[in-house]
């Protein structure tokens, strides 16, 4: 079966995304009278099918000479001579992320199962968890951009609905509703960027687009210039990074699988996916990739510094995927494509692990999530601990680690690249070591130290924590050898127009990169001491003013809050009568100030209508006499 | 010979008319509407009248006689109405009889 | 010559004085508080009018206004004052002028009327032909056993219709006068 462009068809990509579909709508229809086991077996199954079809998809791609495939299922509808179709386009980048998606989410689902077991949403949470995925993999399989926009709104609506899985209380329902608004601006500069495109260059198909806008428009075209800044502002919102960062930590709310999954493995990573698949726009617009790398270069501190001061474990965690995400964007806008999506699944790998093993903690310590309430988890929960550790060494980028392969392979690419620059190889650097300083942190509050809260050490507990254990155990092994897998996305993305020279640089930029994450290591061994050892001391938070302005996520919120949402309250508040309404009801005013004079008129008295007859004849007379005169 | 001239007498009529006119809608006492009422017709006579003389003609002078029937008989139906009206309401207050509004 | 002239302008100002007096007593007929003078009024601004009449050369038309319109139906309505009781409760119905506000509108009604009027009189072109003489009572008859007899004939019909009317409704309620 070949399309019209020579791509193969195949009937397995056309079904991919829609089994965890059929499951989410079975589980809404049916949602409490299923069982746990029916429910768990239904979602589970469904990704599982999903996953096994991505494999089945990667097979089939290696023996394809061009390394696409792609699947009409319908026509959806035709603009002009534009026509939008449901149609998935599978190539090396889509095929990577939806491994990482079904695979990731996978395993993920398994660990929910588990985790929200005791829940009494149980069903409504695996079916939106289902949907989810669903929506993640349309995402990342459109083959034009209204399909994408489509799969980006729907990753944003389960966000919110995970977000503010319990609604009982009212903060996971602001902190959900944070959530859809900032990622709202976002999508709406990025609808307005894909309508742009469609003005100027007349298709919605992203292999049409590439390649006419490649064919059209010189580097530094002003069309180009903004569309791509356009979508970067899609890519930002949904991805938490510089300015719309402020959702994320709040969006620890929502139960801990949920922030495995959406904001750290998947949806934070959407917006990288969107700037490596318009790669073609980005790299016709070289200032927009500069901003792509600087963004991401003051992500990577900004949230680095927020994360050296929190208290509660998964705002670390936020921060540090804030952070990583940030990497991301650095190597997509120096233009190491390839390395960015890299780091994107290794990162997949690790911080899944990390979020999932803090869950299996906050569990056992009853949703305490505090770490200066929690500490020597080492001894009672050995394995989460070393489950713990093996992730922070992945994210420390330590030799051998995934993460090693994967940021390395962004830092080498930053000294010589024409849109980074030697500045931000040196906040790389930085950022590398604000991450492993935290992270020390994060792993001596937490698990070495005395410990200040009783592990709640019964049977059921340690039942529970075993069968949670099965996902962690393979994501810890993805994390450690993940590296080793190889990548060949060279079919995707042309280099011909940014090959990065390494012969220039100097020597010494290797070795550093290597020994920082272990300088911040040794500085930390001794900066912590007190975190780490067994002292009768207790520990208390800082707080200080400036600990207090960095762990509100260094006053981004109360920027946001003084400049846009009290104006906006206020005008709301001034406008609360609504003058566009006042002058529609004028219309109706007048036709009521009409209806009381003839009403009136007609009062029933003789000397009135006398007048009227008055009236009549002088009107009659004077349009007459204007008539004639 | 040319005495008074007829714009002159229109003129006369005109005001005449509107003083009527005027008591007819400002009066409530329904007696007094009847004899603005007759001021009107009064000043319709004087129209035609003077317009009869103007071209010398008789025919203005039997205008003014139908207008005087008219007028006698009117006043005669109205007045009995008139006691009529006092009878039921006891008042002559013409803004009583507002049965007829909406 | 002179004489003529002189009693051609002797009929002007006379008449111009009859009809400036019918005018008064006409604003006061329609502003007076009591039945009675307003009646008394009304008198006087017929017989002004007769003058008038009788200035233009219709000395019949005269004299039946004063016989007629002043005799007998201004008769009428003072007997019918007198005998119902009419004029007594005329205070209590006593328009309440609150100062002038009542009379404003209408008075620009009217005003506007008149002035309409007067501007379609004054431009209509009319006196350059006329000259003016007497037309008597003989002319008169003879037009209306002429040419106008169905007319008579009619108005006496209407005359008998007024009168049975008038007749009913004035009854008492117990001999059947009701409407």
Known sequence: MIDSYGFFESPTLALLPFYPLISFLLLIVFAKRLSWLQVSFLSIGAIAISALSSLVMLYQLQTQELQIITVKLWSWFSVGHAEVNISFYLDALSSVMIMVVSGIGLLIHIYAAFYMKTDENFSRFMAYMNLFIVAMLILVLADNLVLLYLGWEGVGLCSFLLIGFWYQEKANVLAARKAFIVTRIGDTAMAIGLLMLFNTLGVFNIVDVNQTAQNSWQAGNDSAYWIALLLLGGAVGKSAQLPLQTWLPDAMAGPTPVSALIHAATMVTAGVYLIARMNGIFLLAPEVMQYVAWLGAFTLLLAGIAALVQTDIKRVLAYSTMSQIGYMMLALGAGAWSAGVFHLMTHAFFKALLFLTAGSVI??????????????????????????????????????????????????????????????????????????????????????????????????IGDELSRLRFPLIILALLSLFGGLISLDLSSVFITNTSIIEHSKEPRWLHPVAIITPFIGIVFSWFYFKRYRQNTGIPIVESQTALVQFCRNGLGFDSLFDLFIVRPYCWLAKVNRRDIVDQVIMLNAWYISLWNDVLSTMQNGKLRWYAAALGLGVVCFAAALLGGNG | MNAIPLEHVLIFASILFSIGFIGVIVRKNTLFMLMSLEVMLNSVGVAFIGAGSAWQQADGQVMFILILTLAASEVAVGLALLIQMHRRFKSLNIDKLNRMRG | MNSIMSSGINIELFFYLAAVMAIIASIKVISAHNTVHALLYLVLSLLAVAVCFYLMGAPFAAGLE?????????????????????????????????????????????????????YIISHSGLQKQLSIDVVDAKQVGILLYGPYLLAVEIASFLLLAGLLAGYHYAKPEEQGGHL
């Open chain 1, 363 to 460: 569990l056992a310590l009853h949703h305490q999530q505090n770490l200066f309430k929690m500490g020597g988890l080492f001894k009672k929960l050995p394995i989460e601990t070393a489950l713990f550790f093996i992730g922070l060494i992945c994210l420390l980028a330590l030799p051998g680690t995934s993460g090693f392969f994967s940021k390395e392979a962004i830092i080498t690419e930053l000294w010589s690249s024409p849109t980074a620059g030697a500045g931000l190889w040196w906040c790389a650097i930085i950022g590398a070591l604000l991450t492993s300083i935290y992270s020390c942190r994060l792993f001596f509050l937490a698990f070495l130290g005395q410990s200040r809260k009783e592990v709640h050490n019964t049977d059921g």
């Open chain 3, 66 to 118: 004063v016989i007629v319109y002043a005799g007998a139906i201004v008769v009428l309505f003072v007997f019918a004052v007198m005998m119902f009781g009419l004029g007594t409760d005329e205070t209590l119905n006593a328009p309440q002028i609150r100062g002038l506000s009542i009379w404003t509108g209408p008075i620009l009604l009217a005003t506007a009327l008149l002035v309409e009027l007067i």
